[in-house]
């Protein structure tokens, strides 16, 4: 079987301190890789250090600061390997990381895509959260007609940068990272034009590391600029998906009030409450939009270990969002204190599956005495069954435990 050829490509502007992190985990993997560094016409030292590193590294200065999409295009353009590993200057990687991922796409060829867990960890390494597993084994794949809408649905979350890798080929016939998007879901747009051309792979295991900081990319944006974008990215993931489950789809609107649900959300976490009112009306009112907000809040709860603070945290915010909702909307919502039942029962259920029994007992036990709070659970019981009547998103195991 041919050897699957990968260059690492880093994307940098000005953050030295960083960069030289990002290049060491490259330089250490496990498995020879290329190395390529394009630097977006930086100011510091960085062109000084990376030449310094000899032919170890493949180095392209931009000629003017062209912008994160654009330094990721040029990385594609200068490197030779049949795939491609994008990390921004603040992430690093696992020593093991290319080796795992050679090993996945070497058993799914059709693959034009790879996504792995990362570890989110501030700016001295401290591991503040995980990412979740996606799916069965060590690795699995998705067919390409399941993919688009298991992104509608959050369901195939591929990720930022530092945990996907992608078929060289694809991305070039995809048309590369749109330059307009800049550092704002240029990858997502990225990842869902690179899967139209083949299968989607996951791995189980944590396989990089993304430092969450002030001076990330996504945070100079607004969250009306985000939301925006959001909304732009779910119409395009909308038009994409297969035809066999084109009749399971929610309508567009009730997609753009899921979107809105969500940042309003996030606006209340941020305490940013007047973008959290501005955006949660009218979609507060759509019955759609709360269903896909319920279904993606229990389907992140299904992960351990950070169960309990998720479903604490969420909780808190659903009742801020209450707390908000004018009394004439009222009516239109759910109970609050039925939904917050209902999410500890689901939550203790996750729980017990996991073996996690102490932690199932504190979630479910004060909720168990709610009828109401059964009767959502029947309901979304026979929802499911029905939708496994349906057409299912479909994950093949690669690499079992």
């Known amino acids: 079987m041919t050897q699957i050829k990968f260059s690492i490509v880093i994307t940098t502007y000005n953050r030295l301190s960083f960069l030289k992190r990002a290049i060491e985990s490259a330089l250490a993997q496990t498995v020879p890789c290329e190395v390529v560094v394009v630097d977006d016409c930086s100011s510091d030292d960085t062109e000084d250090y990376v030449r310094s590193l000899g032919s170890s590294i493949t180095y392209h200065r931009n000629p003017t600061n062209m912008g994160h999409a654009a330094s990721v295009n040029a990385g594609v353009q200068f490197a030779s390997g049949d795939w491609i590993k994008p990390v921004d200057d603040d992430d690093y990687l696992d020593a093991n990381c290319i080796r795992e991922m050679m090993r996945a796409i070497a058993l799914r060829r059709e693959a ?3 996504s792995c867990q990362a570890a989110q960890v501030d700016v001295n390494r401290v591991e503040i959260s995980r990412t979740r597993r996606m799916g069965p084994g060590q690795a699995f794949y998705i067919p390409q007609a399941d993919i688009h809408y298991g992104m509608l649905l959050e369901q195939i979350p591929f990720g930022t940068p530092i945990q996907v890798a992608f078929r060289r080929d694809a991305f070039i016939q995809s ?12 990858d997502i747009d990225s990842w869902l034009r690179i899967a139209q051309f083949g299968d989607a792979i996951f791995i189980n295991k944590c396989l990089a590391y993304r430092t969450v900081w002030p001076g990330g990319y996504n945070q100079k944006f607004s969250l009306e600029k985000r939301l925006e974008t959001n909304i732009l990215i779910k119409e395009k ?35 940013a409450y007047l ?37 604490d945290n969420n909780l808190l915010v659903m009742a801020k969002m209450y707390s908000l909702a004018n009394e004439k909307h009222r009516a239109a919502l759910p109970n609050l204190q039925h939904f917050q039942s209902y999410m500890k029962l689901r939550g203790g259920w996750a729980a017990c599956k996991q073996g996690k029994l102490l932690t199932a007992l504190q979630l479910a036990l004060p909720a168990m005495s709610s009828p109401a709070a059964w009767k959502l659970v029947i309901k979304s019981a026979i929802s499911a069954q029905e939708s496994d009547k349906q057409i299912a998103i479909r994950k093949f195991v690669l690499i079992d435990f």
């Open 112 to 114: 034009v895509i790879c």
């Open 175 to 186: 048309g590369g990272w749109d330059s307009s998007l800049d550092a704002n879901f240029d």
């Open 237 to 271: 993931i909308y038009a994409l998906v297969n035809e066999q489950h084109r009749e399971l789809l929610p309508e567009i609107g009730a997609v753009r009030a899921y979107v809105k649900l969500h940042w309003s959300l996030v606006a209340l976490k941020q305490k």
């Open 275 to 311: 973008s959290s009112m501005k955006f949660v009306f009218p979609a507060v009112l759509s019955s759609q939009a709360w269903k896909l907000l319920v279904e993606a809040i229990i389907f992140r709860q299904k992960q351990p270990p950070w169960l309990q603070k998720s479903i």
